[in-house]
């Protein structure tokens, strides 16, 4: 249904959540303007910003209103400002809570090597050309949520910082089934990642992965793979990949490795999805996998590329606009193919633009 009304909640944040969260409004208001569409786009405060203004990183109101809309695009939460913080308080705290309460355990992280950016890959070209990988990291388990956690006084004036990694099986059926649905419809291949060989609850892991592959999926190829090993592979072969499984902790570090074989961070978008209601809703962030980037926030020279991707992630996946995903899409391919580059990916022979004139240049392809 193309004109029915849509809720989008924008939340820029922090650092250039800002800047580039701009360049998606853009976007969103030449869509209600050219294509009929009615996007209901509001903007909120989350993270250092909402600290700022609130003391809290994120308000209830901003929160009821995150679950109240079709889908949530964030920028960026935290920056040096804010780093003192007790930790509870710091602006992290506010996506930590948006994931888990909004229940969004799905973290889908696409790391695809656009052609025309092959010589941006810190990796020689022939490593990286072609490469496109989907990162299926779980979002509201592991050692990021689980308790006990804190830090205690123990004797000798010590103190001693806990936290614990815990998984359950369905919990890992859970995430391990969106990977194989994934790995269906690409091709058909999934590595999962643990560290079995040091703790038991990767020893869990690998025997749930592949229990349900051998119930519920006996065609997908079901790699185990040490997380460490992964994270060598990465570098060394990273198209021997498809889809890769990982729980929260080992799924943050090999996406941010995983962003880097594209070029850039500046280029990775990402979806967190939670599960189906009883009205068939899925529940959804979407954000781009680059944090808030203080070194070059203010200086209109950050990279809008994987928010506007996150977008077309939005549409996709949760408002039933594929077409409208597609033209975002190959928008952004087209000013590459023209050689329009941002400054994190600026090459010999390219021409190198602002994050506006890259929000522009892309408007402009949409036509
Ligand atoms: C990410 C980020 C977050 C995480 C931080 C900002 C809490 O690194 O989304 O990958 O660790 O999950
Ligand atoms: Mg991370």
Known sequence: MPNKSRKILLLPGDGIGPEVVREVKKILEWFNKNKSLDFKFEEELIGGASIDKNKIPITDEVFYKSLE?????????GGPKWDNLEFSKKPERALLKLRKE?????????????????????????????????????????????????????KNNERKGINTHTYTTSEIHRIARVAFDLAKKRNN?????????????????????????????????????LADNCAMQLLRNPKQFDVILADNLFGDMLSDEAAMLTGSLGLLPSASLGEKD???KIRSLYEPVHGSAPDITGKNIANPIATILSLSMALRYSLDLIKEADLIDSAVQKVLDDGLRTKDIISPGKKEISTTDMGDAIISKLK
């Open 189 to 225: 291949k999934v590595t999962s990642c643990e560290k079995s060989n040091v703790m038991e609850a990767g020893v869990l892991w690998r025997e749930e992965v592949q229990a349900l592959k051998d119930k519920e999926f006996k065609k997908i190829e079901l790699n185990h793979m």
């Open 102 to 154: 909004l229940k969004l355990f799905a973290n889908l992280r696409p790391a695809i090597c656009f052609k025309q950016l092959v010589d941006s890959s810190t990796l020689k070209p022939e490593v990286v050309s072609g490469l496109d990988i989907m990162i299926v990291r779980e979002l509201t388990g592991g050692i990021y949520f689980g308790e006990p956690r804190g830090i205690q006084p123990i």
């Open 69 to 77: 809309s079709d889908a949530v695009i964030l920028g960026a939460c």
């Open 278 to 280: 009883k009205d068939g």
